[in-house]
């Protein structure tokens, strides 16, 4: 079982920055690839990034955050980031974290460990 605490959400206001945490606990952590998505509301949940198991070489982007947002992790640490960058009002949503052995199946959300999420709102 992994299980994945989110943190780092808040308030902030268009064009400010916030970096997402997400502490993994429970696994071998660099044998999981990481992923965040989020969810705004009346929406469905989306993908955001992804970085690969075991050092993180491979990492993967939503168009809408490219540029603007990074993922990165830190195995020693168990933990993955997402660092946010230039938010726009369009970036409010809940964020979640997930994990799982394929890169393919984080990718697509289709993986069975999921974080609490950690809102983010972007507000004048």
């Known amino acids: 079982q992994v299980q994945l605490v989110e943190s780092g959400g808040g308030l902030v206001q268009p064009g400010g920055s916030l970096r997402l945490s997400c502490e993994a606990s429970?696994?071998?952590?660099?044998?999981?690839?990481m992923g965040w998505f989020r969810q705004a509301p009346g929406k469905e949940r989306e993908f955001v990034a992804i970085?690969?198991?075991?050092?993180?070489?491979?990492?993967d982007y939503a168009e809408a955050v490219k540029g603007r947002f990074t993922i990165t992790r830190d195995d020693a640490k168990n933990t993955v980031y997402l660092q946010m960058n230039n938010l726009q009002s369009e970036d409010t949503a809940i964020y979640y974290c997930?994990?799982?052995?394929?890169?393919?199946?984080?990718?697509?959300?289709?993986?069975?460990?999921w974080g609490q999420g950690t809102q983010v709102t972007v507000s004048s």
């Open positions: 429970g696994a071998i952590f660099r044998l999981y690839a």
């Open positions: 997930t994990a799982g052995f394929s890169y393919e199946g984080v990718a697509s959300g289709e993986t069975d460990y």
């Open positions: 970085i690969s198991r075991g050092g993180g070489r491979v990492t």
